[in-house]
């Protein structure tokens, strides 16, 4: 039994605003949780700040693979 257009449309429509809402709830907490740190700390601003970037960059990377998995399930 194949599913309708809509029902795909809907299932994509679904599935990038779950993660992108995830994506944005963690980006946020890791921001805060670095900018946190670095007011606590100034000196270790350097051994803060690139950890993350690439946590920031990993989040958005999985909400990246939510907008591909959308694209397939879009008919």
Not at 3 to 23: E, N, P, R, Y
């Given at each position: 039994?194949?599913?309708?257009?809509?029902?795909?449309?809907?299932?994509?429509?679904?599935?990038?605003?779950?993660?992108?809402?995830?994506?944005?709830?963690?980006?946020?907490?890791?921001a805060s949780s670095a900018l946190s740190g670095i007011a606590r700390n100034p000196s270790a601003s350097d051994k803060i700040f690139t950890p993350m970037i690439i946590g920031l960059a990993l989040i958005e990377s999985l909400v990246i693979y939510a907008m591909v998995i959308a694209f397939m399930i879009k008919p």
């Open positions: 039994m194949e599913s309708s257009a809509g029902t795909q449309a809907l299932a994509a429509a679904i599935a990038i605003g779950v993660a992108a809402l995830g994506g944005a709830i963690g980006q946020a907490i890791t």
